[in-house]
């Protein structure tokens, strides 16, 4: 999936992506290699390419960018 970042926070990306719900938290840890010292630093409007990490009815969607191989 990819997502455009709309907005940002210390702990988390909330990006734009083409669904019902209309957007999707990534956090920052979510990414290869990230810690609470290093974490990845991105602008709003940065594609994002990532996969779906949790669904639930009523909430937005969590995405991951840790590959799981």
Avoid at 21 to 28: E, I, M, Q, R, V
């Amino acid at each position: 999936m990819v997502g455009a970042i709309v907005q940002k926070s210390f702990e988390q990306f909330t990006l734009g992506i083409n669904a019902e719900s209309g957007y999707a938290n990534l956090k920052t840890l979510e990414f290869q290699n990230a810690t609470k010292t290093n974490k990845p630093k991105f602008e709003e409007g940065t594609l994002i390419l990532c996969r779906v990490l949790k669904v639930e009815k009523m909430a937005k969607v969590e995405l991951t960018c840790i590959d799981l191989l």
